[in-house]
């Protein structure tokens, strides 16, 4: 369903992806493994149009999507779980649920699901964001771009910064939310985490895929070699 | 009473200045873009009107069901086909390019309506006012006090009661991440700007109403709302109006003092603000 081939990014002359091939099906779960600076954020900000890239090294249902600006990009079905939240401060927690709907489409959530999946939003609905723990403002940030009814989500960095017992709770909700017919590429820095939720995994090392395949046959070990990019 | 006058046509001018700043203050606060040609824009708004008001032959007032939307429509296309342009994370290309715009509106509007000093007659409008005990208070300077509020009432509510407002408040903070949102920014700064106008254009009609401009009078008009925004900090519209309000109790002070002092009492009032509250009276949050 969304397919990334060849895929190369520079910021100025740095070059952060070397000719990236990825691919993530219906109803997937793909997670994406990495050390810090190998290009995982990178490549998410390419997919959903932050950073330009040429037309056909993004494929959205065989369409080339690459040449798209970001709000078209997410009104196609691709929505991001940005890396810390960012959440938007001067609104409150339902208003950033109803901005994430500004898109247009509409399915299976809206507020009273989202509400429902995390109730702990509903009572706190007219707080500003920037009261809550970080663990709610990920349970924002995952309603936010539920509230799109997108087909695809991109979650960076799901766990980062988060308490153990909350990351918990947000791993306990992705089999509900996934099992709506999503597919998800995630970004998780727990190796055992992103093998175990995922069905395929890729790893990138310095703006590279230096191993990819079925959660089923990779091992830990395989990872932790691919890591380090031996 | 001489003085109670002299405040209480001050706090009427303040609502001047207040709508003056407002567009500023708005532009500002959601695309960190400082639009020099600010007070330049406001003037072309008084001579549009002026043209529509002698050409018609209706009163100037009336002239703002052609004016606003006019110079929100000059507003959107500004920002759409120039201004979006030099927008990055430097706010100083846009400074530079609406500075250029100021010096070219200036001599557009010389070359066009001349030099001399024009102004807008409102028939009756201009000298009717009310007497309350020993004090007369003019019927113009009260309705552009009550316009001044109902326009930063509306503001305020558009900002927290709509979708679009919703959508300025998610691009000012974070312009990157509201784009995923499925707004396109360049559209959002566009309507942003247009709205900044159509509040100019009431500005301008107002001006031009009230005292005579020429070509030359845009700066003067955009330090005032520089002052009125930086004075009830930024990012708060209603502390633009009592930035707006403080300003003309000021200058009005004054002119009471001594008729040469008027706006040097506006502006050393703002620099003793500026010298002890930087960030405004009331400003909204820390950037």
Known sequence: MLEVKALTSFYGDFQALFGIDLAVGENEVVSLIGSNGAGKTTSMRTITGLLHCDANMVLWKGQPIGHLRPDQIAKQGIAMVPEGRQLFPSLSVEENLRIGAQVNRPGFWNLVRVYELFPVLGERRNQASTTLSGGQQQMVAIGRALMANPEIILFDEISLGLAPIIINQIYEALPNIIDNGLSALIVEQDIARALKIAHRCYCLSEGKITLSGGTDVITQDDVSQAYFGV | ?287
């Open chain 2, 1 to 287: 009473m001489v003085w109670v006058n002299s405040i209480l046509q001050g706090v009427l001018l303040g609502g001047l200045y207040a709508l003056f700043a407002a567009g500023l203050s708005l532009i500002f606060g959601i695309m960190r873009l400082v639009n020099i040609a600010h007070g330049d824009l406001i003037v072309l708004a008084a001579f549009l009107g002026l043209v529509v008001t002698s050409s018609l032959d209706i009163h100037p007032l009336a002239s703002l069901v052609v004016v606003v939307p006019a110079m929100a429509l000059l507003g959107y296309l500004l920002q759409y086909l120039l201004l979006n342009r030099t927008m990055s994370d430097d706010i100083l290309p846009p400074l530079l390019v609406t500075f250029g715009l100021s010096v070219i509106l200036q001599n557009v509007m010389l070359e066009t309506f001349s030099a001399d000093p024009q102004k807008m007659n409102t028939g009756a409008l201009d000298t009717a006012s009310i007497t309350v005990g020993a004090l007369h208070i003019g019927v113009l300077p009260l309705l552009m006090f009550a316009v001044a509020i109902a326009v930063i009432a509306g503001l305020q509510w558009l900002f927290y009661h709509t979708a679009i407002g919703r959508a300025f408040r998610a691009t000012s903070d974070n312009a990157d991440i509201a784009q995923l949102m499925g707004l396109n920014k360049k559209h959002v700064f566009s309507l942003a700007m247009a709205l900044s106008l159509a509040v100019v254009a009431i500005a301008g009609i107002f001006l031009g109403t009230k005292t005579s401009f020429d070509p030359s009078s845009g700066p003067a008009r955009l330090i005032f709302g520089f002052e009125a925004v930086i004075i009830g900090g930024l990012g708060n519209l209603w502390g633009t109006l009592f930035g707006g309000i403080i300003l003309g109790v000021a200058q009005g002070i004054g002119a009471q003092i001594h008729p040469g002092l008027q706006q040097l009492a506006g502006h050393l009032v703002f620099l003793i603000l500026l010298a002890i509250r930087p960030n405004g009276l009331f400003p909204r949050v820390a950037h």
